[in-house]
């Protein structure tokens, strides 16, 4: 079974607060993505990574940063964490399975910031 | 137009019925499809994908595919109260790499 960990399900931290959220993936996925997801907006994708060191913006880039040092890694840095940044944020991670890119997720943090 | 679209909700159908999710695409050249299905404050779960046009079926869940009509449903028999949830339709374009296209969910409520 493909197996996607976070490392927080829950985090409270203050505004300005430099955050990490740390996925790891235990599949050798080669895809890792960072989404946040709120009522009435549903998943928008923050970033996605194809391979280690590398990195694209997706949708909302603005206020986070991701590093990808091992494949199997993948985190999530809020710079500067304000109180818009308060949301559910899910870590997922695919690979290419000959006919699809299937994507499997991680259980989640829900982060609040005060 | 939004590039993936699902009726909100919610769905409500009785316990044993058929529950018929539907969702249109905007990009022609999608090429893969999938359906999540979400239980509230819980992650997303893969339950069906679906790559060629037609039916395909995993137990109570059947995907189908019409990619001349840009359109992908998830019917689920025999609906149990276990089956309510947010269920959310992704699509692959391989131009994309690895990206889902997600829609915005539909919520299933099934009562007993």
């Known amino acids: 079974d493909v197996k996607v960990t976070q490392s927080s399900r829950y985090l409270v931290k203050r505004t300005g607060e430099k955050v990490f959220l740390e996925c790891v993936q235990d599949m050798d996925h080669e895809n890792m993505f960072w989404y946040r997801q709120d009522p009435g907006l549903g998943l928008r994708l923050i970033y996605f990574?194809?391979?280690?060191?590398?990195?694209e913006k997706g949708d909302i880039p603005e206020g986070y940063s991701v590093s990808r040092e091992k494949k199997e890694r993948f985190s999530l840095i809020l710079e500067s964490a304000s109180t818009n940044q308060t949301s559910m944020y899910l870590c997922a991670s695919s690979l290419w399975t000959g006919g699809s890119y299937e994507q499997y997720f991680g259980p989640g943090t829900r982060l609040t910031v005060t | 137009q939004k590039e993936v679209e699902q009726n909100s909700g919610p769905l409500s159908v009785p316990e044993g019925a058929i529950a018929s999710l539907n969702c249109t695409y905007s990009?022609?050249?999608?090429?893969?499809f999938f359906w999540y299905r979400q239980y509230s404050g819980k992650s997303p779960e893969l339950i069906m994908s679906?790559?060629?046009?037609g039916d395909k079926e995993d137990g109570r869940f059947t995907a189908q595919l019409n990619k001349a009509s840009q359109y992908v449903s998830l019917l689920i028999r025999d609906s149990q109260p276990s089956d309510s949830a947010t269920y959310l339709c992704?699509?692959?374009?391989?131009?994309?790499?690895?990206?889902?296209?997600f829609g915005q969910g539909t919520e299933l409520s099934v009562k007993p």
């Open positions: 679906i790559y060629s046009n």
């Open positions: 990574s194809y391979d280690v060191k590398m990195k």
């Open positions: 990009d022609r050249v999608s090429q893969s």
């Open positions: 992704a699509v692959n374009n391989y131009n994309q790499g690895g990206k889902l296209i």
